[in-house]
């Protein structure tokens, strides 16, 4: 049996002249609200300034015409409040939710609430909602509350379906069963993507309806209860990349960023990016920006057992730091083509691209990972970021892919991979193929402290050599022999990446061919000069090692050229290859649990890069892949 109690007289605002307000629904946005009541997003937010920098959640009530002038009258009124005791697992959010009342009337109603919850506790609530959206037990005294108010229209909800969130449940499995999206899951629950799925919590699972519908004071939300043995196959929605005619253009204001125009118009990164390719040069008051009008996913939407992708990359929009954005652009390229490449064959993904920043204002960028809800992580670029990124994701053990940062203290991260490879792994192969090539002559290392490390490992497998470290190619100088007169051959090994340095160690080696019979060249670095002086550089004998390398008469390596080209009318930068390659292979290895570690064994090539992973005592797994080139005569 009910008891209810009245409390003391309570003083609430009366307008004169009563706005209208609109409740937001799933996929709405300030955009489409606005066009649905005929608004600018000007007027939207000079009635709504308090949302202009949040997410819009489902439920929230937003003010879409005001006429009149309101006064102010103080009134008498009752208020009936009661109250409920709190169940096993039942959170302050699930009862606000379950009873449509705010988080804030409610500690407003229970000031002495804490941040926790125990079973059984008392919570006083408006006795109306109780009667309506549940029933409730009252044994507390009359609670006396006096606080303006501001009246506002009788809020409904949709009918919704409600399910019991069990031990071990997933987003993959719910969604699944339900046969709706990750998505939408979220939005039928604000907050439970910050959150987590907590065991004992109900969630909405099904809602609908565009016009909202009262339930009923007798009416109870239905509970579902999931069948493991019955699980209906997902629906997948192919999204098309191409903009749609009715896609909407806005005009950039002072003080917009990045961040504020994807929560404005609900899209993504990606999506902004590939409509707008003069983001390349900064985001600019006063620019025109097309705007793709659905909120979907670029590449593919499915129920929930999609693998969950972030890339990290360092476009700089919102901090002014362009420095490092035509890199970001160029590998973004890349990844997008290997996503799609791998769409097209079954696999199912959700890409969320993130703004790594500047290395200043990378803490921001973390905000926007789900850690509950991630699989791969892609990025950062910078190795201070990488430990940042590593410490945020600790707890979940989130694979990472660095594709830039190698640093042996980057080594104790057991969910670390590293794709670069690091050049002392070069310096010791090109040692080897020193020592196996040697025939007693002068041995001349150009360079410095890879120079040094070419040394120490030739001195202890080469028995008294005759090594001369330089620093100029030049300094490379042919003996005479005293018997017959001729000139001796030399071993020249190149342990620079200088360009300048390479350039004229390649010129070098091309006089000492035609000089001398017999010289041998080995580089620990490629260069192009090496591609346009082959044939000179075969008769020097020149091995040198190559972490990327193109095979322009692969099958494969034409059609992913050809792909790449017709999408972007251009050839791939070394930064699209980089992308390409750490995508294709990162999705290769995936499966549909995400457990990219169960495939780190194989070795494989993609478009250029070889990945060959050792994992290190440490921990973290780093490519050791290369390629020997040799040039003959």
């Given amino acids: 049996m009910k008891k209810l109690f009245i409390s003391a007289l309570s003083v609430f605002w009366l307008s004169a002249s009563a706005q209208k307000t609109h409740t937001v629904i799933a996929k709405d946005n300030p955009y489409s609200i606005s066009k649905k009541y005929g608004l600018t997003l000007d007027q939207f937010y000079a009635l709504n300034p308090?949302?202009?920098?949040?997410?819009?959640?489902?439920?929230?009530?937003?003010?879409?015409?005001?006429?009149?002038?309101?006064?102010?009258?103080?009134?008498?009124?009752?208020?009936?409040?009661?109250?409920?005791?709190?169940?096993?697992g039942q959170s302050l959010y699930a009862i606000s939710r379950d009873y449509h009342v705010?988080?804030?009337?409610?500690?407003?109603?229970?000031?002495?609430?804490?941040?926790?919850?125990?079973?059984?506790?008392?919570?006083?609530?408006?006795?109306?909602?109780?009667?309506?959206?549940?029933?409730?037990?009252?044994?507390?005294?009359?609670?006396?509350?006096?606080?303006?108010?501001?009246?506002?229209?009788?809020?409904?909800?949709?009918?919704?379906?409600?399910?019991?969130?069990?031990?071990?449940?997933?987003?993959?499995?719910?969604?699944?069963?339900?046969?709706?999206?990750?998505?939408d899951l979220f939005r039928m629950n604000p907050g439970l993507e910050e959150k987590g799925l907590q065991p004992g919590v109900p969630i909405v699972v099904g809602s609908g309806s565009v016009a909202a519908e009262a339930i009923k004071p007798e009416e109870k939300p239905k509970v579902s209860k999931i069948d493991d043995t019955s699980v209906e196959q997902p629906k997948r929605e192919t999204i098309k990349t191409e903009a749609a005619?009715?896609?909407?253009?806005?005009?950039?204001?002072?003080?917009?960023?990045?961040?504020?125009?994807?929560?404005?118009?609900?899209?993504?990164?990606?999506?902004?990016?590939?409509?707008?390719?003069?983001?390349?040069?900064?985001?600019?008051?006063?620019?025109?920006?097309?705007?793709?009008?659905?909120?979907?996913?670029?590449?593919?939407?499915?129920?929930?057992?999609?693998?969950?992708?972030?890339?990290?990359?360092?476009?700089?929009?919102?901090?002014?730091?362009?420095?490092?954005?035509?890199?970001?652009?160029?590998?973004?390229?890349?990844?997008k083509l290997a996503i799609q490449r791998n769409v097209a064959k079954g696999q199912k993904l959700n890409i969320n691209v993130i703004d790594e920043g500047s290395e200043s204002s990378f803490q921001k960028a973390l905000t926007s990972i789900n850690k509950d809800n991630t699989d791969l992580i892609v990025g950062p670029f910078f190795k201070s970021d990488v430990v940042e990124l590593m410490s945020y994701v600790s707890s979940k053990k989130i694979p990472v892919i660095s594709p830039f940062a190698n640093s042996k203290d980057l080594y104790k991260y057991g969910n670390l991979i590293i794709i670069e490879t690091d050049a002392s792994i070069?310096?010791?192969?090109?040692?080897?193929?020193?020592?196996?090539?040697?025939?007693?002559?002068?041995?001349?290392?150009?360079?410095?402290?890879?120079?040094?490390?070419?040394?120490?490992?030739?001195?202890?497998?080469?028995?008294?050599?005759?090594?001369?470290?330089?620093?100029?190619?030049?300094?490379?100088?042919?003996?005479?022999?005293?018997?017959?007169g001729q000139s001796a051959p030399v071993i020249a090994v190149l342990?620079?990446?200088?360009?300048?340095?390479?350039?004229?160690?390649?010129?070098?080696?091309?006089?000492?061919?035609?000089?001398?019979?017999?010289?041998?060249?080995?580089?620990?670095?490629?260069?192009?000069?090496?591609?346009?002086?082959e044939a000179d550089l075969g008769k020097v004998n020149m091995v040198y090692i190559m972490d990327r390398k193109i095979n322009t008469d692969g099958n494969f390596e034409k059609e992913v050229l050809a792909q790449y080209n017709a999408k972007f009318c251009k050839s791939p930068s070394k930064y699209a290859v980089v992308g390409f390659d750490v995508m294709n292979d990162a999705l290769s290895r995936e499966n549909s649990k995400g457990e990219i570690f169960r495939q780190m064994g194989k070795s494989q090539t993609h478009l250029a890069t070889k990945f060959e992973y050792e994992k290190t005592k440490e921990g973290a797994y780093v490519n050791k892949g290369y390629r020997v080139i040799r040039l003959n005569p």
């Fill in 495 to 533: 342990a620079s990446d200088s360009e300048a340095t390479k350039s004229s160690f390649t010129n070098r080696m091309v006089s000492l061919g035609k000089e001398v019979s017999g010289v041998k060249a080995f580089s620990m670095f490629y260069s192009n000069d090496f591609d346009k002086k």
């Fill in 426 to 484: 070069y310096a010791e192969r090109i040692a080897k193929e020193v020592s196996d090539s040697y025939n007693g002559e002068k041995i001349y290392i150009v360079g410095d402290a890879y120079a040094e490390d070419i040394r120490t490992r030739l001195e202890k497998s080469l028995k008294k050599p005759n090594i001369n470290i330089v620093t100029s190619p030049n300094d490379i100088q042919v003996d005479k022999n005293m018997m017959t």
């Fill in 102 to 183: 705010s988080l804030a009337d409610i500690k407003k109603l229970n000031p002495e609430l804490g941040e926790g919850l125990q079973i059984g506790q008392k919570i006083n609530l408006p006795a109306a909602n109780i009667k309506k959206y549940g029933a409730a037990e009252v044994t507390a005294e009359p609670v006396v509350q006096e606080k303006k108010h501001e009246e506002k229209p009788l809020v409904t909800s949709a009918k919704s379906e409600n399910y019991l969130v069990q031990p071990k449940d997933t987003y993959y499995k719910i969604t699944k069963k339900f046969n709706i999206s990750q998505k």
């Fill in 50 to 88: 308090d949302i202009k920098n949040k997410t819009l959640d489902i439920g929230d009530i937003v003010v879409i015409s005001k006429a009149g002038k309101n006064v102010t009258e103080t009134v008498t009124t009752k208020t009936t409040t009661g109250q409920i005791a709190v169940k096993q």
């Fill in 245 to 335: 005619a009715d896609d909407i253009t806005y005009t950039v204001q002072p003080g917009d960023t990045i961040f504020g125009i994807l929560n404005k118009f609900g899209v993504s990164l990606d999506q902004l990016i590939e409509l707008n390719p003069q983001l390349s040069n900064g985001l600019k008051a006063g620019m025109v920006l097309k705007i793709k009008k659905s909120s979907d996913s670029s590449f593919i939407k499915s129920s929930g057992d999609a693998l969950n992708v972030v890339l990290l990359l360092p476009f700089g929009f919102d901090t002014n730091d362009a420095k490092y954005r035509t890199a970001a652009l160029d590998f973004l390229t890349g990844a």
